[in-house]
């Protein structure tokens, strides 16, 4: 009968579709499969320009707002700029990331990015240590 084969597909694939969501459901309860937080520390000498949760989901319109202005207009010594992200940001550490916001998990920029799984691009032109531990300067 040409209407069955149909029909066997279609319960095939409710069948997959609500043992995935079962597994998932599993295994995103189980705290041993989830990814752990970044472990980074931040300078809190100093306030930061706005909120965390602020800073977490529009920091990455703030800096490409700048860069628009400073490299279409010559718009410098904003409130936001990356080399002030830096500044505070660039923590202590040990290897790679020592005094520097790249290059390691614990380096604040690259922790949470890696955390979020999201690409981590501004240091492919920018320096990511201060401009004082790379000999002064901009």
Request: contains cysteine; positive net charge.
């Amino acid at each position: 009968m040409p209407g069955i084969a149909p029909k066997r597909w279609l319960k095939a694939i409710a069948f997959a579709l609500c043992a995935g969501a079962l597994v998932s459901t599993v295994s995103a309860s189980d705290p041993a499969s989830r990814v752990a937080k970044p472990a980074i520390s931040v300078d809190r000498s100093t306030q930061c320009i706005d909120s965390p949760d602020v800073m977490r989901r529009t920091h990455m319109d703030m800096l490409k707002h700048q860069r628009d202005r400073t490299v279409r207009a010559g718009v410098r010594g904003e409130k936001v700029h990356l080399n002030g992200c830096i500044e505070c940001h660039a923590g202590p550490g040990a290897g790679a990331a020592a005094g520097s916001a790249v290059g390691s998990p614990q380096a604040f920029c690259d922790g949470c990015h890696r955390y979020a799984a999201v690409k981590l691009d501004c240091f492919g032109c920018h320096q990511a240590k201060p401009a004082a531990s790379i000999g002064g300067g901009r």
